[in-house]
C-alpha cells in the first residue's frame, strides 16, 4: 500500500454510500465525473479520513514506448483488481467491485440479489441469478406501469422495507454479455424513492416458450429462496435471517418457470392488483 | 436410555421461525434448510434421549393430529440427510418416503416431513456475474471469482 501512496494521485473522492465509506484516487486529472457515475445511487461525499476500502486507479499515458501495450490498472487497496488496455473494462470492473463491496459490508442494510419494483405501493423482488431474466422482466414491468428500484439489489433495512437501489438497467443484447446501461426516465418510467413494504416475491427462470404457471411458495421456502440470494448470508447469517424474517412477514411468494416476459410481467402485477393499496407512494 | 443411540438435532445452527416452519442456517457448511412443520416438530424433540415411538407421541400431541412411527423414522431420515443431527456412533432405524406414504396411506392427515436445502452463495455469485469463459477484466466480475488475466475471460 506504502509503494501505491507513492505514486503522483491527480485526483481523489471520498464517499460515503449505505453506511459504507469508500475512496476512489486516479493518477490522471479530469476523471472523477466518469467515476461518479459508476457509484452507487445516492451516495454523498464521507468526510471520514480513513477509508473502508480504497480504489486506485492508474490511467495507462500516451506517449508511453512504442510496441509496449499500455495498462490501465486498478488497485483495491494493495490488491490489483483488474488490468486491460481499455479504460472502459477497468472502470467496469470498479463499478462491479464497489457495488458489491457496499452490499457485502453495509452495516446498515441487507443487499439480496433480486429485481424490484414497486406496484400499487408494495415491492415485488424477483430474486435470481445472473442471466435469469431479471432485467427483461424489470424493463417489463416498468413498461406496464411500475416504479423502477432496481435490477441488481433489493436493499432491506432493519424494519423490513425495501429501499431503491435505482442504478441503470444494464440490458444485454441477445447472445452477449455486454451490457447497454439505460435509465428508467430513458425507458419512459419513474424511480421510486419511498421505502417500501414487501407485497410479492416471484422467484422464475427463463425458458423460451413456457407457459407462465406458477406454484405458491411457503413462507418458509421463500424465505430459504431469499437467503440462496443473500449477498453477505456467509459473513453475518444471523443477521441476515433476522431482516428476511421482517421483510416477509405479509409477502405472497410463487415459484415458475416463464416464458416472454410480457405474458409473465403482467399476471405478477395482478397479483397485487387487488391487495392492499394503502401505502401509496 | 443408551447415550448416542437415538437422534439428536445439532444446537450449533442458526435457526429462525416462520409460522409453523423453519429456517435454520448451518454455519459450517453454509447450506439453508427449511423444515416444514412435521420435520419442524420432530426436530426440535430430537434430544438424544427420545425413541421413535417416544417422538412419535410427542409430536401427536403437539401437532394434534396422528402421528405415526413410519413418519417420525421419515423425518429422521429427512434430517439426518440435511445434517443436521448430531452424527450418532449406532446407525439409527430409517425409512424411506415410499415405505412412510404406504405406512401412513394416501388419507394420511399430516403433510409429510420435508426439508429442503439451499447452498449459500459466496459474495461473488450472489451479485450479477459473468459465467465461465466470458471475457473479463476483474476477477471480481466473475461468477467463479477468478479471472484468467492471461485469456482475459473467466475461469
Same mark, same amino acid.
Given at each position: ?8 494521485? @491527480? ?17 490522471? @486529472? =479530469? %476523471? ?38 499500455? %495498462?490501465?490498472?486498478? /488497485?483495491? $487497496? ?30 446498515? %442494510?441487507?443487499?439480496?440479489? @433480486?429485481?424490484?419494483?414497486?406496484? *400499487?405501493?408494495? @415491492? ?8 435469469? =431474466? ?6 417489463? %414491468? ?8 432496481? $435490477? ?29 446501461? /439505460? ?5 419512459? &418510467? ?15 427462470? /427463463? ?14 421456502? =421463500? ?22 424474517? *421482517?421483510?416477509?412477514?405479509? &409477502?405472497?411468494?410463487? *415459484? ?26 | ?56 407421541? +410427542? +409430536?401427536?400431541?403437539? +401437532? ?16 439426518? !440427510?440435511? #445434517? ?13 418416503? #415410499? ?30 456475474? +459473468?459465467?465461465? !469463459? ?6 471480481? !466480475? ?14
Amino acid at each position: 500500500m506504502k509503494t501505491l501512496d507513492r505514486l503522483g494521485w @491527480a485526483e481523489g473522492m471520498r464517499v460515503y454510500t449505505y453506511g459504507v465509506h469508500a475512496g476512489v484516487r486516479v493518477s490522471t @486529472a =479530469g %476523471m472523477l465525473p466518469q467515476i461518479s457515475q459508476l457509484l452507487p445511487p445516492g451516495w454523498k461525499n464521507s468526510r471520514r479520513a480513513t477509508m473502508q476500502r480504497l480504489y486506485s486507479l492508474v490511467v495507462a499515458q500516451n506517449g508511453q514506448r512504442a510496441g509496449v501495450r499500455r %495498462m490501465h490498472i486498478l /488497485y483495491a $487497496d494493495s490488491d490489483r483488481i483488474a488490468r486491460d488496455t481499455e479504460l472502459d473494462q477497468v472502470l467496469a470492473a470498479l463499478e462491479t467491485d464497489l457495488h458489491r463491496y457496499v452490499a457485502e459490508a453495509s452495516p446498515d %442494510m441487507t443487499f439480496l440479489h @433480486a429485481g424490484v419494483v414497486g406496484w *400499487k405501493g408494495r @415491492a415485488i423482488l424477483l430474486p435470481g441469478h445472473s442471466l435469469s =431474466g431479471k432485467t427483461t422482466l424489470v424493463r417489463e %414491468m416498468l413498461r406496464l406501469g411500475a416504479t423502477y428500484y432496481s $435490477d441488481e439489489f433489493a436493499v432491506v433495512d432493519d424494519s423490513g422495507k425495501v429501499h431503491p437501489f435505482p442504478r441503470p438497467l444494464g440490458i444485454r443484447k441477445d447472445s452477449t454479455y455486454a451490457q447497454t446501461n /439505460y435509465t428508467a426516465e430513458k425507458l419512459g &418510467a419513474t424511480s421510486g424513492v419511498k421505502p417500501l413494504s414487501l407485497g410479492a416475491v416471484v422467484i422464475c427462470n /427463463y425458458k423460451a416458450g413456457a407457459r407462465w404457471k406458477p406454484a405458491p411458495l411457503s413462507r418458509g421456502q =421463500g424465505a430459504l429462496e431469499l437467503m440462496a440470494n443473500s449477498i453477505a448470508v456467509r459473513n453475518r447469517p444471523q443477521h441476515t435471517l433476522r431482516r428476511i424474517h *421482517k421483510l416477509v412477514r405479509s &409477502a405472497v411468494f410463487i *415459484k415458475g418457470t416463464r416464458g416472454e416476459a410480457n405474458e409473465s410481467a403482467a399476471s405478477i402485477l395482478n397479483l397485487l392488483s387487488s391487495g392492499n393499496e394503502q401505502e401509496k407512494e | 436410555m443408551k447415550e448416542g443411540e437415538y437422534p439428536r438435532a445439532r444446537l450449533d445452527c442458526l435457526r429462525r421461525e416462520f409460522g409453523d416452519e423453519v429456517l435454520v442456517y448451518d454455519r459450517e457448511r453454509n447450506v439453508g434448510h427449511c423444515l416444514n412443520a412435521t420435520a419442524a416438530a420432530a426436530w426440535k424433540h430430537c434430544d438424544g434421549k427420545k425413541s421413535a415411538p417416544e417422538l412419535a407421541k +410427542l +409430536l401427536t400431541q403437539q +401437532l394434534s393430529t396422528p402421528v405415526s412411527e413410519s413418519v417420525v423414522l421419515l423425518a429422521i431420515e429427512e434430517l439426518s !440427510q440435511a #445434517r443436521l443431527l448430531v452424527e450418532s456412533e449406532k446407525p439409527v432405524r430409517r425409512t424411506s418416503r #415410499r415405505e412412510a406414504i404406504r405406512a401412513i396411506g394416501v388419507a394420511g392427515a399430516i403433510a409429510l416431513p420435508l426439508v429442503t436445502s439451499l447452498v449459500a452463495p459466496t459474495p461473488a455469485r450472489a451479485a450479477s456475474c +459473468l459465467p465461465k !469463459q466470458s471475457p473479463c477484466v476483474s476477477s471480481a !466480475q466473475c461468477c467463479s471469482g477468478n479471472c484468467n488475466v492471461n485469456s482475459g475471460k473467466c475461469k
